[in-house]
């Protein structure tokens, strides 16, 4: 690691030359690092806003899932089996679903070995369960905090081999050189603490920022968590997916999934006016037959917690719905009260499969709050730990975004498939498709950060950025980064209207109600906002603010590509699917007390899973394509040719 000045005019920007730079500190990121040392590469350097910042140590659920492969009982699997699991759900392609696969237990492994206390039984069998979109027992969990202790195995591991961590840095601009198929990734420009622009030099850029969790107005995502997607798409980086996505009811004063036995104990929901006091009501009621249907659509939450647009017709997803309703177009608020039960409740009244359920779990105590206390006790202390007695008070909900199935598109390496040199790993790469089984976002981080790693080591491990190149990417982009600034410094728009403006605009048409003209009008605002703002800044006081100008111009950058390419996608006839309803009045009626021409979708297009959704912005402009997916390659598997194959480093090419 060197350090040096690069003169810009009057300007003396602090350079910092390393052979690998990291950005992001999420449990993706740390791994990175650490197998990045495990392959050789020495000059490693993190740079993060800060180690307990972002969504893996901040985030969790009812019990937290990791997937990896099968390593209990009778199951049988192997790579191609659970490839194929994967594979299945559509828009994702074959070679990425091999390799999520393939390596599983070679990450999983690393994490047991760091410490994280996986369970396992007696004989060393790592126990597991069935989780969704898995006909396999794959799932592990530690709790509901499992990406937190991912996260801390980590950080420890990174302190014990001395791993570089700029930590109080925010970065603003990614760096690239060269053009076409030469164009490479060379580092970065950032703000430090002081709100001093710095600048990083690298051969290799891990790009490990997470999802697009500032996008939104309701969201999951941890409050200290933004992403910064943005920064890779004003680079120019190409994207896939970015339309799939999962959305689900969750707490909003503190973020969290309210599945599993939050729902199972069947809350009352109730709505009150903006105040949050006026005119209560118990709102569900009125679109259910009887109480006891309505009541078993809450309690089939708990399993299938994501928006899913398979089950709005006479299934669970309803709720969401309906709860879209109230609080996006009524303007109203939606709490859950565990302090007493749904007007007329009635354990007889429930379907077969709740009634049992609570049966089996000796789960008949009389109010929701007793129930939970008896199935989850700690789901209660939860959110005491945050200042939250839902034993004393109603739990506020919105149907929130939680995560990204799309993102940065990348190669089996995870590699850019525009930007040599970039490694997008995490959430913030896009090797998801319509669905995945739940956990595998775990997994594909540590696969991901592993596979990156290995590339580096083994392709990328002599130096060959010229300086002279670097160079010129930083000043031109400091010349831009600075005429920003100084426009912020003139600004009187806050920086928090624009933020909430365009996660406003986010949650009501790009998250998981959608329609051609609400998405046509929103992709309009939204490059008219970010027009605005890239010509007149926001209001800059100080550092802190600073960061969070360069936040709103990433943001509202990403906010415009994610809405066109979501109209893009609607356009194309894809229909509802995965976690998203397309409205239509031609389509089908969602519901027989919703209006027909506000309240019917479009049903999937079946031939679009064969297909992966590519965006990337050009010359200013959003540019979309589909593609087919790659298909599970067959790969040699005869032992002495494939042996061959690796030692001579074909396996790379």
Request: with cysteine; aromatic share 8%.
């Amino acid at each position: 690691m060197e350090k040096s000045v690069l003169k810009n005019g009057k300007e003396n920007i602090a350079v910092t030359r390393v052979h690998t730079l990291v950005i992001g500190s999420g449990a993706a990121g740390l791994n990175a690092a650490v197998q990045l040392r495990n392959q050789g590469i020495e000059d490693v350097l993190i740079v993060t806003e800060g180690l307990k910042m972002g969504t893996s140590i901040n985030t969790g659920s009812d019990k937290q899932t990791y997937y990896k492969s099968a390593m209990c009982g009778n199951d049988l699997d192997a790579p191609m089996v659970m490839a194929k699991n994967y594979f299945a759900p559509g828009s994702m392609h074959g070679d990425l679903a091999l390799v999520e696969a393939a390596t599983s237990g070679r990450a999983f492994l690393n994490l047991v070995n760091l410490g994280v206390k996986f369970p396992q039984d007696p004989f060393g069998q790592f126990v597991g369960y069935k989780t969704d979109h898995d006909p396999a027992q794959r799932a592990t969990s530690v709790g509901p905090y499992t990406s937190r202790d991912m996260c801390r195995a980590l950080i420890a591991e990174v302190k014990r081999r001395k791993i570089a961590v700029h930590e109080n840095v925010n970065v603003v601009s990614l760096l690239t050189a060269g053009e076409g198929k030469d164009k490479r990734a060379c580092g970065a420009l950032a703000l430090n603490a002081k709100g001093e622009l710095v600048a990083y030099a690298a051969d290799n850029v891990v790009f490990a920022v997470g999802g697009p969790g500032g996008l939104y107005k309701t969201s999951v995502y941890p409050v200290v968590h933004t992403g910064a997607i943005g920064i890779a798409l004003q680079a120019g980086a190409k994207a896939q997916g970015l339309p799939e996505a999962q959305y689900g009811l969750a707490s909003i004063k503190f973020r969290w999934n309210v599945s599993g036995t939050y729902m199972q104990v069947v809350p009352k929901f109730v709505s009150t006016d903006a105040d949050g006091v006026s005119n209560p009501r118990e709102f569900m009621g009125d679109y259910f037959p009887n109480i006891g249907k309505m009541n078993s659509m809450v309690f089939l939450k708990g399993y299938q917690w994501p928006f899913d647009s398979k089950k709005i017709i006479g299934g669970s997803s309803i709720v969401d719905i309906l709860v879209y309703i109230e609080t996006a177009l009524k303007g109203r608020r939606v709490y859950l009260d565990f302090r007493s039960n749904p007007q007329g409740f009635d354990f007889q009244a429930l379907d077969k499969e709740a009634y049992e359920y609570l049966e089996k779990s000796k789960a008949f105590q009389k109010t929701p709050i007793e129930r939970l206390n008896h199935m989850n006790p700690g789901a209660i202390s939860l959110y005491k730990d945050h200042g939250i007695d839902i034993t004393k008070d109603m739990l506020e909900v919105a149907v929130c975004a939680q995560h990204n199935n799309g993102g940065l598109a990348a190669n089996h390496w995870w590699e850019s498939t525009n930007i040599k040199h970039l490694f997008p790993v995490g959430e913030v790469n896009g090797s998801h498709g319509v669905a995945r089984p739940g956990g595998s976002a775990l997994n594909s981080g540590q696969v991901g950060s592993l596979r990156a790693a290995e590339y580096i080591g083994n392709c990328y491990a002599d130096s060959d950025l010229k300086m002279s190149d670097f160079a010129k990417a930083a000043k031109a982009s400091a010349k831009e980064v600075s005429g920003f600034l100084k426009r912020c410094e003139k600004s009187t728009a806050d920086w928090r209207a624009v933020r909430a403006e365009l996660q406003e605009r986010m949650s009501k048409a790009g998250a998981h109600i959608r329609s051609l003209d609400g998405l046509k009008k929103a992709a309009k605002e939204a490059k008219a906002q970010f027009d605005a703002l890239e010509a007149n800044g926001c209001k800059v006081g100080n550092a802190v603010e600073a960061v969070q100008a360069f936040r709103n111009r990433q943001l509202c950058f990403a906010h415009w590509v994610y809405l066109e390419a979501t109209l893009y996608h609607v356009k194309s006839g894809v229909g509802s699917r995965g976690s998203a309803m397309v409205r239509d009045a031609s389509g089908q009626r969602a519901h027989e007390q919703l209006e027909a021409s506000e309240w019917s979708f479009l049903p999937e297009n079946m031939d679009f899973r064969a297909k992966v959704q590519e965006t990337v912005v050009e010359d200013g402009k959003v540019k979309q394509s589909w593609v087919k997916c790659r298909p599970i390659p067959e790969s040699n598997l005869w032992f002495e040719t494939a042996w061959a194959d690796y030692r001579n480093g074909k396996i790379y090419q």
